[in-house]
Protein backbone atom coordinates (compact mmCIF):
# COMPACT_ATOMS: atom_id res chain seq x y z
CA UNK A 1 0.00 0.00 0.00
CA UNK A 2 1.02 3.29 -0.73
CA UNK A 3 2.52 5.64 2.55
CA UNK A 4 3.78 9.01 2.36
CA UNK A 5 6.02 10.21 4.62
CA UNK A 6 6.33 13.91 5.43
CA UNK A 7 8.46 16.03 7.61
CA UNK A 8 8.99 17.65 10.02
CA UNK A 9 5.79 17.81 11.94
CA UNK A 10 5.86 21.16 12.86
CA UNK A 11 8.20 24.40 12.52
CA UNK A 12 8.75 27.94 13.70
CA UNK A 13 10.71 29.91 11.64
CA UNK A 14 12.14 33.47 11.68
CA UNK A 15 11.12 35.88 8.75
CA UNK A 16 13.89 36.00 6.18
CA UNK A 17 14.84 32.20 6.79
CA UNK A 18 15.07 29.48 4.15
CA UNK A 19 12.43 26.38 4.25
CA UNK A 20 12.60 23.04 3.25
CA UNK A 21 10.26 20.72 3.40
CA UNK A 22 10.38 17.23 2.53
CA UNK A 23 7.96 14.20 1.40
CA UNK A 24 8.64 10.76 -0.12
CA UNK A 25 6.51 8.42 -1.26
CA UNK A 26 6.70 4.61 -0.73
CA UNK A 27 4.82 1.78 -2.38
CA UNK A 28 4.63 3.10 -6.19
CA UNK A 29 6.15 4.38 -8.87
CA UNK A 30 6.07 7.18 -10.87
CA UNK A 31 3.21 9.16 -8.52
CA UNK A 32 1.57 12.37 -9.35
CA UNK A 33 2.84 14.81 -6.05
CA UNK A 34 1.02 17.52 -4.90
CA UNK A 35 1.62 20.38 -2.08
CA UNK A 36 -0.65 22.25 -0.88
CA UNK A 37 -0.87 24.77 2.03
CA UNK A 38 -4.35 25.66 4.15
CA UNK A 39 -4.21 28.83 6.17
CA UNK A 40 -6.13 28.88 9.15
CA UNK A 41 -9.86 28.22 8.41
CA UNK A 42 -9.09 27.21 4.77
CA UNK A 43 -9.27 25.03 2.34
CA UNK A 44 -6.72 23.28 0.56
CA UNK A 45 -4.85 25.94 -1.68
CA UNK A 46 -2.89 23.78 -4.09
CA UNK A 47 1.11 25.15 -4.69
CA UNK A 48 2.78 22.86 -6.86
CA UNK A 49 2.26 19.25 -8.55
CA UNK A 50 4.93 17.61 -10.20
CA UNK A 51 4.19 14.45 -12.80
CA UNK A 52 8.09 13.42 -12.76
CA UNK A 53 11.32 13.61 -11.78
CA UNK A 54 12.08 17.59 -12.81
CA UNK A 55 8.77 18.11 -13.75
CA UNK A 56 7.15 20.62 -11.71
CA UNK A 57 3.80 23.23 -12.19
CA UNK A 58 3.27 26.16 -10.17
CA UNK A 59 -0.42 27.05 -9.86
CA UNK A 60 0.67 29.88 -7.47
CA UNK A 61 3.47 32.62 -8.08
CA UNK A 62 4.52 32.88 -4.27
CA UNK A 63 7.54 32.70 -2.70
CA UNK A 64 7.71 29.57 -2.79
CA UNK A 65 9.54 26.67 -5.12
CA UNK A 66 9.72 22.96 -5.62
CA UNK A 67 12.14 20.56 -6.93
CA UNK A 68 11.55 16.76 -7.60
CA UNK A 69 15.21 14.79 -7.48
CA UNK A 70 13.96 11.78 -7.00
CA UNK A 71 10.89 9.68 -8.47
CA UNK A 72 9.46 9.37 -4.59
CA UNK A 73 10.67 12.58 -3.42
CA UNK A 74 9.35 16.15 -3.51
CA UNK A 75 11.01 19.23 -1.64
CA UNK A 76 9.26 22.37 -0.78
CA UNK A 77 11.57 25.45 -0.61
CA UNK A 78 12.15 29.20 0.16
CA UNK A 79 14.84 31.06 -0.05
CA UNK A 80 13.31 33.48 2.54
CA UNK A 81 10.02 32.78 4.56
CA UNK A 82 7.28 35.90 5.03
CA UNK A 83 4.61 36.16 7.67
CA UNK A 84 1.81 35.19 5.04
CA UNK A 85 3.88 31.99 4.60
CA UNK A 86 2.69 29.99 7.76
CA UNK A 87 0.28 27.44 7.23
CA UNK A 88 -0.32 23.63 7.58
CA UNK A 89 1.29 22.24 4.48
CA UNK A 90 0.79 18.73 2.87
CA UNK A 91 2.10 16.81 0.81
CA UNK A 92 -0.42 14.45 -1.49
CA UNK A 93 -0.19 11.71 -4.11
CA UNK A 94 -2.48 11.11 -6.80
CA UNK A 95 -2.41 8.60 -9.61
CA UNK A 96 -2.26 9.96 -12.81
CA UNK A 97 -5.47 8.45 -13.88
CA UNK A 98 -8.47 9.79 -13.19
CA UNK A 99 -10.02 7.72 -10.96
CA UNK A 100 -8.21 7.26 -7.25
CA UNK A 101 -8.43 9.35 -4.38
CA UNK A 102 -5.63 11.26 -2.48
CA UNK A 103 -3.53 9.89 0.06
CA UNK A 104 -2.27 12.87 2.25
CA UNK A 105 0.84 12.86 4.62
CA UNK A 106 0.46 14.09 7.97
CA UNK A 107 0.88 17.56 7.46
CA UNK A 108 3.76 20.31 8.80
CA UNK A 109 2.67 22.61 10.82
CA UNK A 110 4.64 25.78 9.79
CA UNK A 111 4.86 29.19 12.00
CA UNK A 112 6.81 31.93 10.36
CA UNK A 113 7.64 34.25 13.41
CA UNK B 1 -10.74 28.71 -13.43
CA UNK B 2 -12.15 25.41 -11.82
CA UNK B 3 -14.21 26.19 -8.94
CA UNK B 4 -15.59 24.17 -6.11
CA UNK B 5 -18.23 25.72 -3.73
CA UNK B 6 -18.92 24.47 -0.17
CA UNK B 7 -20.93 26.44 2.32
CA UNK B 8 -17.80 26.66 5.20
CA UNK B 9 -20.78 26.81 7.68
CA UNK B 10 -20.55 25.45 10.99
CA UNK B 11 -23.89 23.14 10.27
CA UNK B 12 -25.22 22.40 13.49
CA UNK B 13 -26.71 18.57 13.92
CA UNK B 14 -27.33 17.17 16.76
CA UNK B 15 -26.43 13.63 18.18
CA UNK B 16 -28.36 10.80 15.92
CA UNK B 17 -29.92 13.66 12.86
CA UNK B 18 -28.81 13.55 9.75
CA UNK B 19 -26.18 15.88 8.25
CA UNK B 20 -26.40 17.15 5.18
CA UNK B 21 -23.89 18.70 3.58
CA UNK B 22 -23.46 20.31 -0.07
CA UNK B 23 -21.15 20.83 -2.72
CA UNK B 24 -21.00 22.63 -6.56
CA UNK B 25 -18.55 22.87 -9.11
CA UNK B 26 -18.43 24.47 -12.27
CA UNK B 27 -16.63 22.50 -14.61
CA UNK B 28 -19.04 20.05 -16.44
CA UNK B 29 -16.00 18.36 -17.65
CA UNK B 30 -15.35 16.66 -13.78
CA UNK B 31 -15.48 12.96 -13.62
CA UNK B 32 -14.62 11.88 -9.69
CA UNK B 33 -15.46 13.08 -6.44
CA UNK B 34 -14.20 12.53 -2.99
CA UNK B 35 -15.97 13.80 0.23
CA UNK B 36 -12.57 13.99 2.34
CA UNK B 37 -13.25 14.17 6.33
CA UNK B 38 -10.32 16.50 8.20
CA UNK B 39 -9.71 16.77 12.38
CA UNK B 40 -8.21 19.83 13.24
CA UNK B 41 -4.86 20.07 12.96
CA UNK B 42 -4.98 16.51 10.95
CA UNK B 43 -4.66 15.61 7.31
CA UNK B 44 -7.02 15.07 5.53
CA UNK B 45 -8.69 11.35 5.32
CA UNK B 46 -10.99 9.90 2.30
CA UNK B 47 -14.67 9.16 3.58
CA UNK B 48 -16.36 8.84 0.07
CA UNK B 49 -15.73 8.59 -3.57
CA UNK B 50 -18.28 8.82 -6.32
CA UNK B 51 -18.56 8.92 -9.85
CA UNK B 52 -21.64 8.10 -11.65
CA UNK B 53 -24.73 10.09 -10.94
CA UNK B 54 -27.06 9.09 -8.19
CA UNK B 55 -26.26 7.67 -4.84
CA UNK B 56 -23.80 5.57 -3.04
CA UNK B 57 -24.25 3.90 0.47
CA UNK B 58 -21.08 3.03 2.61
CA UNK B 59 -22.20 2.21 6.62
CA UNK B 60 -23.67 6.02 7.72
CA UNK B 61 -22.55 7.98 4.84
CA UNK B 62 -24.16 8.31 1.59
CA UNK B 63 -22.82 10.26 -1.68
CA UNK B 64 -25.04 11.54 -3.93
CA UNK B 65 -24.09 12.66 -7.68
CA UNK B 66 -25.93 15.00 -10.47
CA UNK B 67 -23.90 15.75 -12.88
CA UNK B 68 -26.84 17.87 -15.19
CA UNK B 69 -26.69 19.92 -12.12
CA UNK B 70 -23.51 20.04 -11.13
CA UNK B 71 -23.68 18.85 -7.19
CA UNK B 72 -22.69 16.58 -5.07
CA UNK B 73 -23.81 16.13 -1.48
CA UNK B 74 -22.81 13.76 1.54
CA UNK B 75 -25.31 12.56 3.95
CA UNK B 76 -24.32 11.32 7.20
CA UNK B 77 -27.14 9.26 9.15
CA UNK B 78 -27.18 8.95 13.06
CA UNK B 79 -24.25 11.46 13.21
CA UNK B 80 -22.27 11.78 15.84
CA UNK B 81 -20.22 13.80 18.11
CA UNK B 82 -17.06 12.02 16.62
CA UNK B 83 -18.36 12.99 13.30
CA UNK B 84 -17.63 16.69 14.28
CA UNK B 85 -14.83 17.78 11.71
CA UNK B 86 -14.04 19.82 8.58
CA UNK B 87 -15.43 17.46 5.41
CA UNK B 88 -13.74 18.71 1.96
CA UNK B 89 -15.18 18.23 -1.42
CA UNK B 90 -12.98 17.16 -3.94
CA UNK B 91 -12.94 17.08 -7.98
CA UNK B 92 -11.22 15.88 -10.52
CA UNK B 93 -10.93 16.57 -14.08
CA UNK B 94 -9.10 16.69 -17.12
CA UNK B 95 -6.36 19.71 -16.89
CA UNK B 96 -3.82 20.48 -19.05
CA UNK B 97 -3.51 16.98 -20.20
CA UNK B 98 -3.54 15.94 -16.26
CA UNK B 99 -6.45 14.83 -13.54
CA UNK B 100 -5.92 17.86 -11.85
CA UNK B 101 -7.58 18.24 -8.37
CA UNK B 102 -9.74 21.00 -7.03
CA UNK B 103 -11.22 21.16 -3.44
CA UNK B 104 -13.67 23.34 -2.14
CA UNK B 105 -12.59 25.15 1.33
CA UNK B 106 -15.11 22.75 3.56
CA UNK B 107 -17.77 22.53 5.32
CA UNK B 108 -17.76 22.61 9.33
CA UNK B 109 -19.69 20.24 11.16
CA UNK B 110 -20.37 20.23 15.00
CA UNK B 111 -22.44 17.22 16.19
CA UNK B 112 -24.05 17.86 19.77
CA UNK B 113 -24.95 15.77 22.19
Known amino acids: SQTIHQWPATLVQPVGSPLSLECTVEGTSNPNLYWYRQAAGRGLQLLFYSVGIGQISSEVPQNLSASRPQDRQFILSSKKLLLSDSGFYLCAWWASYRITEAFFGQGTRLTVV | QKEVEQNSGPLSVPEGAIASLNCTYS??????FFWYRQYSGKSPELIMS????GDKEDGRFTAQLNKASQYVSLLIRDSQPSDSATYLCAVRGEWRGSYIPTFGRGTSLIVHP
Open chain 2, 27 to 32: DRGSQS
Open chain 2, 50 to 53: IYSN
